[in-house]
């Protein structure tokens, strides 16, 4: 689902039924094989493209901050310039991630 929805964003294709038919497999969605790299591609998706809801923000956030540490400060960078095309989320969202996830577990020890 990450990787769809990643490239559909990079392509220009937005669709939004494609967010809502993932949005309904969420609740069933393994964590077995994801990681940070994933979970960012997503996230991403979600920013750039202005598509889905908050429920998929919240998702995908959520499994952002649980491979965290898997995360580096390119992809970091890249969700920080994703967002700035965001017109459904406050702009706090993103300090909150900041302050809380982002600088403390990633920017701050890697650099």
């Known amino acids: 689902m990450a990787f769809i929805m990643y490239n559909m964003t990079v392509s220009g294709i937005y669709d939004p039924s494609v967010f809502e038919f993932f949005e309904k497999e969420y609740r069933t969605t393994s964590q077995k094989h994801m990681?940070?790299?994933?979970?960012?591609?997503?996230?991403?998706?979600?920013?750039?493209?202005?598509?889905?809801?908050l429920y998929g923000i919240d998702f995908w956030t959520a499994k952002v901050q649980d491979h965290i540490k898997d995360m580096r400060?390119?992809?970091?960078s890249r969700l920080l310039e994703a967002f700035r095309d965001n017109r459904q989320?406050?702009?706090?969202?993103?300090?909150?991630?900041?302050?809380?996830?982002?600088?403390?577990?990633?920017?701050?020890?890697?650099?």
């Open 89 to 111: 989320l406050p702009r706090s969202h993103i300090r909150e991630l900041l302050n809380t996830h982002f600088k403390k577990h990633v920017i701050l020890p890697l650099w």
């Open 35 to 53: 990681s940070g790299r994933s979970a960012f591609g997503a996230l991403w998706g979600y920013y750039k493209s202005n598509q889905g809801t």
């Open 73 to 76: 400060v390119q992809e970091i």
